[in-house]
């Protein structure tokens, strides 16, 4: 099959918050999380320097911020943002529930090769 379909609702939820879904899409290079955050939740402080991830942070619902190297960036709802590998981050949800859609993947220049002249209108 060219595709794989999962909602996220229909993937286990890990702790109180996370939906993971790598596996149910069966991707190779791509991490992609659903975060719902409760009122006042915290994450866990971490960097993805062992695996060389890059992450891309997209806020769909709420404000909450994000601790990067100990800067706090505000964000509010359609606000992305990227962050190294070797940099900690930690999502801090404030007081009404949030959502992001978490994008990972090995930090490369593969994109700069990338013709999208024909994606763009």
Known sequence: MAYQKVNYTDVEQVGDAMHFLREPLETDQVGV???RCKPGWIGRKHDHSENGHEEVYVLFEGRADVVVDDETVSMETGDAIRISADATRQIRNGETESAFVLV??????SYDDIDLTGFIG
């Open 104 to 109: 990972s993947a090995p930090e490369s220049d």
């Open 33 to 35: 999380t659903v975060v």
